[in-house]
């Protein structure tokens, strides 16, 4: 069973929140792509939708928008997510993973298109921080 965790950022003040999303709403968020839209009520925030924005898998290895499926591939950049050229003209071959979300997807980050009736700190809860 998928296990993702969100990262939601609000646009309108700034601020981003960290969701775990779990069982069937994890389930439900297989196959989506970034930039498709997906309805709130999958990560506990009912009346809001989301637009997949990016993510990362398991190893760390950013999701990138232009490499179609799920998998991992190495791409030739020299530009853009995941690179940044020190000298003007330089590529780099670097490891990426497609636009696709799967099970291997350890962080997926989201945006706030429309919002619900509550805010969005009201709808999720904090975590706490445990003391050693």
Known sequence: MAEF?????????G??????IVGHHANSLIGKKIGDQIDGIFVGLPGYK????????KDG???RKDIPGPKRMRVLISKGLGFNPEMGGERRRKTMRGNAVSPDIFQVNLRVVNYGAKAIKDLVKKEEKKES
């Open 5 to 13: 965790k969100a990262n939601i950022s609000d646009p309108k003040d």
């Open 15 to 20: 601020n981003s929140y960290s969701v775990a």
């Open 50 to 57: 989301l637009k997949i924005t990016g993510g990362s898998d």
């Open 61 to 63: 290895f950013p999701m």
